[in-house]
């Protein structure tokens, strides 16, 4: 059971910069993903990026945050800058591993983002 474990959240103002990361618990190959949601109230949880063979992000974010990964510390970070109050949500680690043909998904327990003057 991989434990994922997020850090780096808080309040910054409009345009500022904040800088996730999560650590993995066990080994995490380069070929798994890792990754991050988030959901805002009211509104469902939506993909924010993802890093496993290639990165991929939500068109709201590209340009402005970053997804990078630390093998060596089984650690996903996201840079995340030029923050609107429409970043404001909790963000999610997840992951998903490949083990014995079968994928397996992991959560974060969330860090609160908020965006605001």
């Known amino acids: 059971q991989v434990q994922l474990v997020e850090s780096g959240g808080g309040l910054v103002q409009p345009g500022g910069s904040l800088r996730l990361s999560c650590a993995a618990s066990e080994t995490i190959f380069s070929t798994d993903t890792m990754g991050w949601y988030r959901q805002a109230p009211g509104k469902e949880r939506e993909l924010v990026a993802t890093?496993?063979?290639?990165?991929n992000y939500a068109d709201s974010v590209k340009g402005r945050f970053t997804i990078s990964r630390d093998n060596s510390k089984d650690t996903v970070y996201l840079q995340m800058n030029s923050l609107k109050p429409e970043d404001t949500a909790v963000y999610y680690c997840?992951?998903?591993?490949?083990?014995?043909?079968?994928?397996?998904?992991?959560w974060g327990q969330g860090t609160q983002v908020t965006v605001s003057s």
């Open positions: 997840y992951a998903q591993t490949i083990r014995l043909s079968r994928a397996w998904d992991y």
């Open positions: 890093s496993g063979r290639i990165a």
